[in-house]
Each structure stands twice: as C-alpha cells, then as structure tokens.
C-alpha cells in the first residue's frame, strides 16, 4: 500500500491488493478515525470525505483511476460531506 499528498489538502492511497468493497472499508475506518478525533489544545472537530475507485473496473488508466476517484470525492463533498463515495 502506498499513501501520497496529492494536492493541499488532498491524500491518495493505492491500495493494490485490495478491491474497490474492501477500499470503501478501509475509507470508512480512516474517517471514522478521523471523526473521533480532535485537536486537543483547541478542542477542534475534523472530518474528512473520500472518493473510491477501482482500477481496471471502473477505469482504464491511472489518469482515469485519478478522475473517477475524485468525481466521487466531489460527488460526496457537494452532498455535505464527511462520507465516503464509491465511484459508479
């Protein structure tokens, strides 16, 4: 597995043993991890949205893994957030 910023306030994992069902999984624990957290000097809450995608089901190139992960991200995000968002 690999982990990479991809953008200022944007990561990419590459998770290439696993399928699109057990990515949505691994989303959902790192956001749930996220969401019990907080910064404790300021007693901030975060969150976080994730967009899921699945090389060479729904995409053919790493430039369309890209893509349709981060439709689904804006897909989720125009909807509130907070989420997670499996690409279809």
């Given amino acids: 597995d690999k982990t990479a910023r991809t953008g200022a306030n944007e990561l ?6 696993c399928s699109k069902k057990g990515a949505a999984v691994r989303a959902e624990r790192v956001r749930r991890m996220i ?29 369309e893994l890209s893509q349709t992960a981060h439709k689904a ?8 957030g907070n989420k997670i968002c499996l690409f279809k």
């Fill in 35 to 63: 969401e019990s957290s907080q910064l404790i000097e300021n007693g901030i809450k975060i969150s976080i949205s994730l967009g899921v995608s699945e090389y060479p089901t729904l995409c053919s190139t790493a430039e």
């Fill in 12 to 17: 990419t994992m590459i998770l290439p043993h």
């Fill in 73 to 80: 991200l804006m897909h989720i995000f125009e909807k509130g």
